[in-house]
């Protein structure tokens, strides 16, 4: 009797042991949760050049903004960073010494400092935009500007009488690629016999060349112009010569508003908050962000009285078609400039083809 009681005892002390762990495993586990939920974020956001731009990097600030007044957190930034390894690794080190735990590097530019400095601050999460490499404390993100540009293509297409439109672009890369190429296809999709003049600058910000470039495009005879360019120069350009004009990034009417129709602009504050509330979460990891139209990351900027005619009801049209699945803009037949078919018909381009664009769709002139 004594033998089966003190089983009996043993087997009762062995199950609330057991509970008393299980329990004990709840609290510690809770108690985690609460410490990274409750972890204080503080970001670093770096610039390739001016706040005062008006353009990439005001879109940035700007997203920088709205995530001080959406989620509280601290951040600091650095503006006119050269996009070189040591000086982005320097800018790195530094913020993290001022108690930076995330690490926003918003130029392409910038990856290789930011891959270096991720490797050495396992505990500092980075973020890159419109890179090509991870790690497992780095991402990168980038939205599907090309949908928009798509549809200024249409504005700009119903808007030319010459059939002949200026691009001021930045650099000869597949981001600055693909963008022309879809600002072309949706030239082309109201004007068929419609070409684009592309100049470039080999800039991101500089007024005065990217001023220049618009207007030697207004010398070849083109009557509408549109950038890959971080100021208002190209469309300055064009207001001076009495023509009509395409900005980029944000909405830049105030800076010529007789020849100012429209932008592809960026909203970045989503992106961040999103991000940001998931470290603070701990249900953070990297990977790559690539959205478009349905996000809010990009979208058209309202149309101005200067905008041809019926383009907004064409532009909410086709917006509709992209959103819905129906036009995937990148689907062939395309030809390039030689008038070779490089995508068959019927054949949408894969995200990776995409992302290392190389040529120039049929309509384009120019050289990469």
Known sequence: MKKKLGSLILAVTLIMSLALVGCGDKKTVTENETKTADKKVKVGFIYVGPVGDEGWTYSHDVG???LEKELGVETLYKESVKEDLAEVEKTCEDMINQGANVIVGTSFGFMDGMVASAAKHPEVKYLHASGNKTSENMSNYFGRIYQARYLSGIVAGMKTKTNKIGYVAAFAMPEVTRGI???TLGVQSVKPEAIVKVKWTNTWYDPAKEKEAGKALIAEGVDVITQHQDTAGPLQAAEDAGISAIGYNTDMQA???KAYMTSPVWNWTPYYVEQVKAIQAG???SGS???GLESGIVALAPLTAVAPTGAKEAVEKAKAAILSGENKIFVGP????SGAVKVAKDKVMTD?????FNWFVKGVEGKL
């Open 352 to 356: 990776k083809e995409l992302l290392e």
């Open 283 to 285: 249900t953070w990891k």
């Open 334 to 337: 395309i030809m390039d400039q």
């Open 289 to 291: 962000y690539w959205e």
């Open 255 to 257: 800076k010529a508003p």
């Open 181 to 183: 190429n879809a600002f």
């Open 64 to 66: 920088r903004k709205g």
